[in-house]
Structures are given as C-alpha cells and as structure tokens.
C-alpha cells in the first residue's frame, strides 16, 4: 500500500524545518535525502539573515536595496513584504535559541554586505550563522511531535491527478526503489541549481531537479537564465568550492593581484562592495588572466581572522594556507539561481496542491541579481506564510490515482561533462556562440533519450541556456559578451511547458500577486 502525509514537505533546508515547525499544531511530514541538517545548503550559509534591525535603518530601506541590487526584475510588492517581515522572523529564530551576535551593549551585532546601503546582515559567530539556524532548528523539529522525518528519500517525479492538480511524489529510496507517497498538499523545500556548474559553493546534489519536476507536469517557471556567482569562492580545487564570505569585504577585505596591486578600481568605481554580479566578473577577469585573483584580510583583519571567521580560516588553513600571512585565492563560483518555480505570495504555484519556497521557487525578491543574505531571509518569510496559509486549511481529499514517472538518472561521466559546459558556456560571461553551441551539446545527449526519460540535469540546464539565448542584453547575473548593456525596458521570462517544450510567455495573464491582492 502506498503512503499518505497531509502536508508533505520536500527538503530539509532552512526553508522546508521552518515551515514544518510553523505548521503545528498541524501535522506534516519532511523527506530529504540525508539526515536533517546534512546536504542542505541553508546549513553552509556565513553571511546571515537581512533584516532592517538597526534603529537607523528601515524596512523601506531594505526594500529599495533589494529592488535596486535586483537590476530592474524585483517585485517591489514582495520586497517590501519580505524587509518588512525580517525583524519578526529573526525575533523568531532567536525564540528557538539561535545565539546571534551581539554588541557589547546587548545589541545585534550587523554586518555590512555588499550593495546593503547600512550594516543589516545577523550573523553568528562571525561566519556560522547557517549552521547556528539550522542546529537550533534541527533540535525543535526532533522534539516535535507534529513532525514525521524521513531521511533516506529524495523526489523523484510529482503525481498528477486526472485534472493536473498535483496529489503527491514518487519518492526513491538510497537503494534506487521508487514508491508513490500521496499528500493532500506537497511543498517544495529543495534549495538551489548550482550543482549543475563545474565551480559551485553548492551541495552537488543541488541540481534544480524540483524545477523539472515542475516543469514536466505544467507549471510556470520564471527567470531561470539568473544565476548568482559569488564573487570569492576558495579557488583550493574543492569540490564543492568553499566560501570566503562577503561579510569579510564588509570588513575591508581587499581583492589583489599575484603582485599585490588592488584590482576592483579598475572595474568599478564601487570596488568591493559592488553589487556581486560586478565584482563577480572582476574576479573572474583577474582569475583567467595570469595576474589571477586574491582575496587580502591582511591588514584590515589581521589575526582577527581566526576567531571571528572560523570557517574561513579554517577552509584556508586546511588547504595549505595561513590567511593572517598570504592573500586567499579567490575564483568565482554558482551560487544562487534567482529563478525557479514561480509563486504567489503565499508560496502557490500555478498548479494545484503544489507549493515552493526558499531557492527552488522565484518569488520576485530577487530580480537579477539577489542582495547578499536575502535568501535565508526570503525562506523564512515564505515558510511563515506558508504555514498560516495552510494550517487550519481544508485541503482537497488524498487522489489515490495520480501517477508520477520517474525519468533516467544521468551517469556520473555525462553529469561532469555537463558541469564543466555549463561553467564555461553559461557561466558568469555568456555569448551567442557559447550558448548556442552548448544548446547543440544539450540536444545531442537529450536525444539519446525517450522525451519521458530525460535526464532532469540535462532538461533544467537546457532550459537554463535557452532563458540565456533569448536574453539578448546583460542584466544582474545574466551577462552577454555580445550584448552587453541592458535594454531599456526590464522584462521578466516567464515559461512553461507545452507538449514536449518550452513555452515563453512576456508576461502571465495577470501577475500572481496582482492575483492574490485583488
Ligand atoms: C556570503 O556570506 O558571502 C554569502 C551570503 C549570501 O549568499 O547571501
């Protein structure tokens, strides 16, 4: 017999644990690949959590920083709403014990991150707020009793009913054995795409499967050509490449060539504190060209480096290098997909009994180009208003006959040889050629393929690269060599998939938060 879970919750990142805390006295259940905690990339966040916490700042100020970062493409609706729920939601994490930093007088300890007009980032021990969260929100789910956890389960496939409404997943065990579990509602919890790039700071299962689960049943996807590099990953040859966080340019960090010169004047007349996507293809000029790239905390922060950024100076010492005596190399690295399942304000979808929040939706807070610390921001906000959207609600009876079909896994050679494409054809600097060529590549493996049994690494990263060839001009993260200022009118992408491809739509009939706000 197969099983049933009333809410069913997919992920168990940041995102997915908060919703399900939120939810109670309601009762859900979380599946996730790996123990709570582990492969979730909310736990290897450093920076922190935005909010407007500081007297001198306010949610309106947090709004425009995020609208102006986002290049044109953020919602101001949904900026607004998430800066102006940031100080409850962090009053909250500290409610589950989440030690933030504090001044000496008793006062949030904040940051300053790029394209932040003011100190806003709450963090934990410098650099180990992902951890801190996500620690304190493992032990309230475990002590819980309105949620069941099942480790061991990653989605495969959504079921669809008769009418297209979603009514479950097809959930497949470590052993490769896939079972139906049917659920009133299902919310995708599942994080990131950045697994799909040679260089990501990403766990590398993080591979935007949820939006091509979405995708093959009909939902609408958004801005999927937006992915966020961060400017200084650890360039040690790790694979996932480890963070050096912009809180450290905060600091006064500075980034240097081979011979010590400082490079961001050059590029910017921001310099370190740019917004990422243009320090992004600084470092990624620097680091191709024989002057490379560095990141200095010398002389700005000095032996301080070891106890008020322990993951980073741990990072470097482990990879033969002493940041209190020789710069850091840096290299860009994925990092953020700014786009995905597209939602309401309340985390809907368009299909029925489908929700997304955290990375794997595109709620319209993050355009272009995400404001550093906006997305743990972004989760905890949505989770919230997911919970009280669902909790006492009366949700459609279990459909017993929706069906899901799982497609073929991708082998381990063709996954790194589509990593390696995707870094260097649709990476942080992207062309005509590049994608073109890399689409030709797609087609090639694709075709091997029943349309059913496509890999979904293979069908997310084509509709990566065809949302990058039809956006002839540069934007956030989205740069073209051949194209490289921005039209004069920002315009979103909107999709979704009609017989066996995709759709490109200017704009949904009516906006979904015009939607819910009417
Ligand atoms: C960082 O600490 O630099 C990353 C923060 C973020 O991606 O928001």
């Known amino acids: 017999m197969s099983e049933r879970a009333d809410i069913l919750i997919v992920g168990a990142g940041l995102a997915g644990l908060f919703l399900a805390l939120r939810l109670a006295p309601r009762k859900c259940t979380v599946i996730c690949p790996a123990p709570i905690g582990q492969a979730a990339s909310s736990t290897w966040a450093q920076g922190g959590l935005a909010a407007a916490l500081s007297p001198d700042d306010s949610p309106e100020d947090h709004a425009r920083d995020t609208v102006l970062a986002g290049d044109g493409l953020v919602d101001p609706v949904t900026a607004q709403l998430i800066a102006e729920a940031g100080p409850k939601r962090v009053r909250d994490l500290i409610a589950l014990g989440v030690p933030f930093d504090r001044t000496p007088e008793g006062a949030l300890a904040l940051s300053l991150e790029a394209a932040h007009s003011k100190p806003r980032v709450a963090r934990v021990a410098g650099d180990l707020a992902g951890k801190a969260i996500m620690e304190a929100i493992a032990a309230a789910v475990n002590a819980a009793e309105h949620i069941e956890i099942r480790d061991g389960l990653k989605a495969v496939s959504l079921l669809t009913g008769k009418k297209g409404q979603v009514a479950g997943i097809l959930a497949e065990n470590s052993d490769g054995e896939t079972a139906p579990i049917h659920a009133r509602e299902t919310v995708f919890c599942t994080g990131g795409s950045g697994g799909l790039f040679r260089v990501t700071t990403n766990p590398r299962e993080s591979r935007g499967d949820a939006i091509a689960m979405a995708y093959e049943v009909g939902a609408l996807l958004s801005d999927l050509e937006f992915i966020q590099f961060h400017p200084t990953a650890i360039d040690i040859d790790r694979d996932p490449a480890p963070l050096a966080t912009e809180a450290l340019r905060g600091e006064g960090a500075r980034l240097i060539n ?49 106890h008020h950024f322990p993951t980073v100076f741990a990072t ?203």
């Open 316 to 518: 470097c010492m482990s990879g033969g290098i002493d940041p209190r005596i020789a710069p850091i190399p840096v290299a860009p690295a994925a990092h953020y997909h700014m786009g995905g399942i597209v939602t309401d304000l309340w985390g809907r979808t368009t299909l029925k009994g489908l929700s997304a929040c955290g990375e794997c939706s595109s709620t319209g807070a993050h355009g272009a180009n995400r404001l550093a610390s906006n997305s743990l921001l972004e989760a905890v906000v949505y989770a919230a208003r997911i919970a009280d959207r669902l909790r006492d609600s009366d949700l459609p009876e279990f459909d017993l006959d929706a069906e899901g079909h799982a497609p073929e896994a991708l082998d381990d050679e063709t996954l790194q040889a589509l990593r390696a494409e995707m870094a260097v054809s649709c990476g942080v600097v992207r062309s005509e050629d590049s994608l073109s060529n890399l689409s030709e590549w797609l087609d090639a493996k694709m075709t091997a393929y029943a349309e059913a049994d496509i890999p979904r690494a293979l069908v997310v990263s084509d509709l990566i690269v065809k949302s990058a060839l039809r956006r002839t001009e540069s934007r956030g993260g989205h740069f073209r060599s051949d194209f490289p200022t921005a039209a004069a009118k920002a315009e979103r992408t909107f999709l979704y998939k009609h017989g066996v491809a995709p759709v490109f739509i200017d704009t949904p009939d009516q906006t979904l938060s015009e939607k819910v706000s009417a």
């Open 258 to 306: 081979k011979d010590g010169t400082l490079f961001m004047p050059r590029h910017d007349p921001e310099g370190e504190l740019a917004p990422r996507d243009r320090v992004a293809r600084a470092v990624h000029i620097e680091a191709l060209s024989d002057r490379k790239a560095f990141l200095d905390t010398r002389e700005t922060i000095g032996d301080e480096i070891e």
